[in-house]
């Protein structure tokens, strides 16, 4: 609010980092073939089984050990406010069908908005969720705590997960719970409760079923970071979002600064986990002559609240 500049999201300054196997992962890149994650890295399509790569517990977590934030896309177009990228995935890469192509367009808008705009194509059914997974500290990066921050999620649902961080398939109100971020509430205010859900995630690490008001972009989310004045709203036309509070940082660096517990957060706009194994959750499958479209933004502005 007093025009101080800060970076507010994590990531590497070479990309040797995001292609490498070492360290952290998801530093802000786009994550598939399947954001998320499937159980025991299986699922069937039309009497076919389909085996994953399994990358976490057993589970197959953001397409597996080569996913699409390992890949060098291509650069398709450049202007002073846009970057357009594509990349073909082959058929059985990672264990998913389908040869399908991938395209991701980053624009910055007059508004200050971050949006992003994704599309596939495929060449025989398969199932497709994207997502961009930033990390952010509106303190700035490495500057201290997430748990302080307001943060706001439109849903009166969650889809609880068992151990495994694997959406059991019921639909669970927030009501009463940790979970209940329908009025702006600090992300730390909780963490404390005696709660499964909370444990078997260390934390947060949920997906929120997004109480859609409209069949397009909608406001879903905000964050406030109440010191600076620094404020982010969530668009989505997505019906999820998934929380993450950075329980698994270690104290690993960016540019030199640690990426310590808790001290940066995902906002994940996407489909719900798991869905390929859940038939009433909204379906992620792709079919040729079909497009998977998927609209986020990220609005950044200040606050003196």
Request: hydrophobic share 30%.
């Amino acid at each position: 609010r007093n025009s101080n500049y800060e970076d507010i999201t994590l990531g590497f300054e070479k990309i040797d980092h995001y292609l490498d196997n070492k360290g952290e992962r998801f530093l802000g890149p786009v994550v598939g073939r399947y954001a998320n994650r499937i159980a025991n890295g299986k699922f069937s399509l039309d009497g076919t089984e389909y085996n994953l790569v399994r990358n976490n517990d057993g589970q197959s977590l953001h397409g597996g050990n080569k996913g699409l934030d390992r890949i060098v896309w291509n650069v398709d177009r450049v202007t002073d406010n846009e970057v357009a990228f594509s990349y073909m995935s082959p058929d059985g890469e990672e264990g998913y069908p389908g040869t399908v192509v991938f395209k991701v367009v980053y624009m910055l808008t007059s508004d200050n908005e971050l949006k992003i705009t994704y599309n596939a194509v495929t060449d025989k059914p398969t199932v497709v969720n994207l997502s961009c997974h930033a990390f952010f500290n509106l303190k700035g990066a490495g500057n201290g705590t997430v748990d302080d921050h307001i943060l706001t999620i439109n849903s009166s649902r969650i889809t609880p997960v068992d151990s495994f961080l694997i959406p059991t398939g019921e639909r669970v109100p927030v009501e009463g719970t940790p979970f209940d971020f329908r009025v702006p509430t600090a992300i730390g205010a909780r963490l404390d409760q005696d709660n499964e859900q909370l444990r078997f995630g260390k934390g947060y690490d949920h997906n929120w079923i997004i109480d859609k008001k409209i069949e397009g972009v909608e406001q879903i989310a905000s964050v406030y970071e109440p010191t600076l004045g620094r404020y982010m709203e969530v668009w989505s036309d997505q019906p999820g979002l998934q929380f993450y509070g950075g329980n698994f940082f270690n104290g690993k660096d960016k540019y030199g600064k640690p990426m310590r517990f808790r001290e940066a957060i995902a906002l994940e706009t996407q489909k719900f986990p798991d869905s390929p194994n859940h038939p009433d959750f909204p379906t992620t499958r792709l079919n040729p002559g079909e497009v998977y479209v998927h609209t986020c933004i990220y609005k950044f502005m200040t606050k003196n609240e």
